[in-house]
């Protein structure tokens, strides 16, 4: 369950639990700043495949210039203990921005530390002109930091920039 910031709805928890008792596996894409006890019992009853948080850094000064919200960071690390000590199955993710860039290393080091895959996250790359440097850039970062099994990472990139200059041809 995903489209921005999922667990915003007041229904969340009625729609979640009819998509779990009819037996579809679930995936909820969120940033973890609205995880509370509530969502962490019904996901301890009704527990879906996986919680994927998006982590936008690792400061919070970071945080604050990406969110907005001076306090998201701690809400979000709140959030993703509260569903790691229930034993709810969790993954990382980010994306590389200007903002983040240095801070990928701490982040893997992070999910590292809780048992957990952190992951580049290719939906949620930036598009347009300023994104091919961004791309390259990524390229560079990827081969030096980050995890990337398989190539999956420079692949991503690869594929990203040539679908951008096929685009604008």
């Known amino acids: 369950l995903t489209g921005g910031e999922?667990?915003?709805?007041?229904?969340?928890?009625?729609?979640?639990?009819?998509?779990r008792e009819r037996g579809l596996m679930?995936?909820?894409?969120?940033?973890a700043t609205l995880v509370g006890e509530p969502i962490v019992s019904l996901?301890?009853?009704?527990?879906p495949r996986t919680v994927d948080i998006t982590l936008?850094?690792?400061s919070a000064e970071t945080y604050g210039?990406?969110?907005g919200s001076a306090d998201a960071m701690d809400r979000c690390w709140e959030g993703i203990r509260a569903l790691h000590a229930a034993g709810i199955?969790?993954?990382l993710k980010t994306?590389?921005?200007r903002t983040n860039r240095y801070e990928l290393e701490a982040m893997r080091e992070a999910a590292r530390e809780l048992g957990v895959r952190c992951?580049?996250?290719?939906?949620?790359?930036?598009r347009g002109r300023r994104f091919r440097g961004l791309a390259r850039r990524g390229r560079r970062l990827a081969r030096r930091s980050f995890d990337d099994r398989g190539g999956r990472l420079r692949w991503f990139f690869t594929q990203t920039a040539a679908r951008i200059r096929s685009a604008a041809a």
């Not at 999922?6 to 998509?19: E, T, V």
Request: glycine share 4%.
């Open 119 to 126: 992951r580049l996250d290719r939906w949620l790359a930036r």
């Open 26 to 31: 679930v995936t909820v894409f969120t940033n």
């Open 89 to 91: 199955r969790i993954g």
């Open 95 to 97: 994306v590389v921005l």
């Open 6 to 19: 999922p667990l915003l709805r007041p229904d969340f928890s009625l729609i979640y639990r009819h998509a």
């Open 43 to 47: 996901f301890q009853d009704l527990p």
């Open 65 to 67: 210039a990406v969110t």
């Open 56 to 58: 936008y850094g690792m």
